[in-house]
Every structure is written in structure tokens, then in C-alpha cells.
């Protein structure tokens, strides 16, 4: 097999489905896109590899000093660990 895709209905989950958990923690998984419920913004939320391998940071340009260019980049960094912080508390 070279490609699992897995979809519930609106209503259901696949928080505890065993063919999700062996791909979520097999050793050469790549995780395309994700789609979960965020609670707090009461939406669905879409999550794809592009977007977790690279992100833009606001503000921060070639004139921009680099004491401010680091705090940025730092609230930035910050920012994508809160959403991977919250994939992971699907387990």
C-alpha cells in the first residue's frame, strides 16, 4: 500500500480508529492534509504539508533589525506549535 485516505461524516471522528493511529505513528507516514473541528473557532480547520513546512512571518522584511526580525520569527514559530500542539491532542 502507498496511500491511505480516510474520511469520516461530519458527525463522527477517527480519533481512536485503529487503521489511523498505525498510520499517525508509522515511521515513514507522510501526512498530506488534515481536517479537524477547532472548538475554540467552532470550525473546521484544513491543515496541509505545505503549510506546516514552510510559514510567512509578518512584519519582518530587509530593513526590519534583527532584534525584531528574532521576536517575530520566534511568535511565529509559536503560533504553528499551538496548531500541531492541538493535532496532538487528537490521540
Do not use: C, W
Not at 506546516?52 to 534583527?66: A, H, Y
Request: hydrophobic share 35%; proline share 3%; no cysteine.
Amino acid at each position: 500500500m502507498d496511500m491511505v485516505h480516510i474520511k469520516t461524516t461530519s458527525e463522527g471522528e477517527l480519533n481512536n480508529n485503529p487503521i489511523v493511529l498505525a498510520a499517525i505513528h508509522s515511521p515513514n507516514a507522510i501526512i498530506d492534509k488534515i481536517r479537524y473541528f477547532d472548538p475554540e473557532e467552532d470550525k473546521i480547520i484544513g491543515v496541509s504539508r505545505s503549510q506546516l513546512d514552510k510559514f510567512v512571518v509578518n512584519d519582518v522584511d530587509k530593513e526590519t533589525e534583527s532584534v525584531t526580525a528574532f521576536e517575530q520569527i520566534i511568535t511565529q514559530v509559536n503560533e504553528n506549535r499551538r496548531i500541531l500542539r492541538r493535532l496532538r491532542q487528537i490521540d
